[in-house]
């Protein structure tokens, strides 16, 4: 089990999916499920769905999270959305640089850094993505990879700037494959994660980050992986969007308690 120190977090990370009618009865159901839950919950609907969806949770302990946000706070920046527009919508959290959007649209980690100024500047809590290729963890490269996504995405910050952090490891080749990373491959990668923290950073934040695991997490893997000392949570994709399967994942059950 994580320490008791860091509160289990569970996001789900809806990507491109659903129309505004779906949005609010999935939203709904999971708020209505939420309750006695052992973690915090956060879903991360698109843009379009953030208003709609962010009314349905208002009042409940079910946090609103965007997929991503723009490092400039208003201008000419056509199709672009900003921290501020995000906090006016009830948004409590943004994922900062998706493999998806580093992959597919080119973002780099100095734009991760960025992005993520931009959002702890208005309150809004990063959930900052990293991950390696499977070519990478073949080559061996993984933690060279981590380390050096780290380093970009977390330039110039003071430690106390950092405090509502969160880091989400994603390793690409886990993403929408339905292959999981072992709880043994994914801690490895966290505890690697916070010890680079401790290094960058400071012991003390580094003990208190919240590391989320993501990649293909589901009703049946999410007990083991939670049981890892260093895994604080999920980042769920294609399971956010099956009301049952993701009730069950944010009602993950510790060690004890599996039969
Ligand atoms: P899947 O859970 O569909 O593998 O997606 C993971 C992810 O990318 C969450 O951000």
């Given at each position: 089990?994580s320490?008791?120190?860091?509160?289990?977090l569970?996001?789900?990370?809806?990507k491109?999916?659903?129309?505004?009618?779906?949005?609010?009865?999935?939203?709904k159901a999971?708020?209505?499920?939420s309750?006695?839950?052992?973690?915090?919950v956060?879903?991360?609907?698109?843009f379009?769905?953030?208003?709609?969806?962010?009314?349905i949770?208002k009042g409940?302990?079910?946090r609103l999270?965007?997929?991503?946000?723009?490092?400039e706070a208003?201008?000419?920046?056509?199709?672009e959305?900003?921290?501020?527009?995000?906090?006016?919508?009830?948004?409590?959290?943004?994922i900062i640089?998706?493999?998806?959007?580093?992959?597919?649209?080119g973002?780099?980690?100095?734009?991760?850094q960025?992005?993520?100024?931009?959002?702890?500047?208005?309150?809004?809590?990063?959930?900052?993505?990293?991950?390696?290729?499977?070519?990478?963890?073949?080559?061996?490269?993984t933690?060279?990879v981590?380390?050096?996504?780290?380093?970009?995405?977390?330039?110039?910050f003071?430690?106390?700037?950092?405090?509502?952090?969160?880091?989400?490891?994603?390793?690409?080749?886990?993403?929408?494959?339905?292959k999981?990373?072992t709880?043994?491959?994914?801690?490895?990668?966290?505890?690697f994660?916070?010890?680079?923290?401790?290094?960058l950073?400071?012991?003390?934040?580094?003990?208190?980050?919240?590391?989320?695991y993501g990649?293909?997490?589901?009703?049946?893997?999410?007990?083991?992986?939670m049981?890892?000392?260093?895994?604080?949570?999920?980042?769920?994709?294609?399971?956010?969007?099956?009301?049952?399967?993701?009730?069950?994942i944010?009602?993950?059950k510790?060690?004890?308690?599996?039969?």
């Amino acid at each position: 089990m994580s320490s008791p120190s860091r509160r289990p977090l569970i996001a789900g990370n809806w990507k491109m999916h659903l129309n505004l009618a779906e949005s609010v009865n999935l939203a709904k159901a999971i708020k209505d499920g939420s309750g006695a839950a052992p973690a915090e919950v956060v879903l991360c609907p698109p843009f379009t769905a953030l208003t709609v969806v962010g009314e349905i949770l208002k009042g409940s302990v079910v946090r609103l999270g965007a997929q991503d946000v723009c490092w400039e706070a208003q201008g000419a920046f056509t199709g672009e959305i900003s921290a501020p527009q995000l906090g006016d919508c009830g948004c409590r959290y943004v994922i900062i640089g998706h493999s998806e959007r580093r992959r597919l649209f080119g973002e780099a980690d100095w734009q991760v850094q960025k992005k993520i100024k931009a959002a702890l500047g208005v309150g809004l809590a990063p959930i900052m993505c990293v991950g390696e290729t499977l070519d990478e963890r073949e080559e061996q490269k993984t933690y060279r990879v981590l380390q050096t996504q780290l380093e970009g995405g977390l330039k110039e910050f003071a430690p106390a700037q950092l405090a509502q952090l969160v880091i989400a490891y994603e390793p690409v080749w886990a993403i929408g494959t339905g292959k999981t990373a072992t709880p043994d491959q994914a801690q490895q990668s966290h505890l690697f994660i916070r010890k680079t923290v401790a290094r960058l950073y400071s012991p003390q934040l580094a003990a208190g980050l919240r590391l989320l695991y993501g990649g293909s997490v589901k009703a049946e893997n999410v007990d083991a992986l939670m049981a890892r000392p260093d895994i604080d949570g999920a980042l769920v994709g294609g399971d956010s969007l099956k009301q049952a399967s993701f009730l069950r994942i944010i009602h993950f059950k510790a060690p004890s308690e599996v039969g």
